[in-house]
């Protein structure tokens, strides 16, 4: 089972709202991504989470806010947000090793009015 | 600055021969490499993974990797219209490092 589950699929939500995205998984990684992926480019990295605790943040503004509860489990929260942040948003697992493979969730799209 | 260049294409390649997708990287602390397949509005899905220099078969798909060179390559065979997609190569250093993307190979199999 190599599956990551992300909800909402789609979110829309105007620029002065609060939101969060989900992301599980059940495969025993330790090591969780958020990725951000504007039309026609490649996913960006925004976090990454390493046993729970936050190990890289790309300079990512402060209205995007990451959480970790549990091993299985990684929030992005969302705050006052700009037209511009529209994108999807891609959560992706690993193992904490070296090569091993990363396996991404179905993503959530996302419209900021 | 991790680099990772592929050409966007198009690419297009008739129904039932090799298309060859190609990758280089800027990092030779590199260690983990990938080539992801994304659909139009659907998120990446991993088709291989290679980490030491030399061919990894799997299917139809074959990856190639040299790191003397900072190369690595897919080859699809017997190329399907199913196989139309943007392919990504990615790359990774150590541990929880990131994914480092291309900017993705436009791939179009016409029937």
């Known amino acids: 089972d190599t599956e990551v589950t992300q909800t909402p699929k789609h979110l829309v939500m105007g620029m002065t709202n609060k939101k969060s995205l989900k992301c599980e998984q059940h495969m025993g990684h330790r090591a969780m991504y958020w990725y951000k992926q504007k039309a026609k480019k490649p996913p960006e990295l925004m976090f990454v989470?390493?046993?729970?605790?936050?190990?890289i943040n790309e300079s990512v503004p402060s209205r995007f806010s990451p959480e970790c509860p549990n091993s299985s489990l990684l929030n992005l929260h969302l705050h006052a947000l700009q037209p511009e942040d529209s994108a999807l948003y891609l959560c992706a697992s690993s193992q904490e090793a070296v090569n091993t493979e990363a396996f991404f969730g179905q993503g959530t799209r996302l419209t900021v009015v | 600055q991790k680099e990772v260049e592929q050409n966007s294409g198009p690419l297009s390649v008739p129904e039932g021969a090799i298309a060859s997708l190609n990758c280089t990287y800027s990092?030779?602390?590199?260690?983990?490499f990938f080539w992801y397949r994304q659909y139009s509005g659907k998120s990446p899905e991993l088709i291989m993974s290679i980490y030491s220099n030399g061919d990894k078969e799997d299917g139809r798909f074959t990856a190639q990797l040299n790191k003397a060179s900072q190369y690595v390559s897919l080859l699809i065979r017997d190329s399907q219209p199913s196989d139309s997609a943007t392919y990504l190569c990615a790359v990774r250093g150590g541990g929880a490092d990131g994914l480092t993307f291309g900017k993705g190979t436009h791939l179009i199999i016409q029937p």
């Open positions: 989470y390493s046993y729970e605790k936050l190990s």
């Open positions: 990092d030779r602390g590199s260690q983990s």
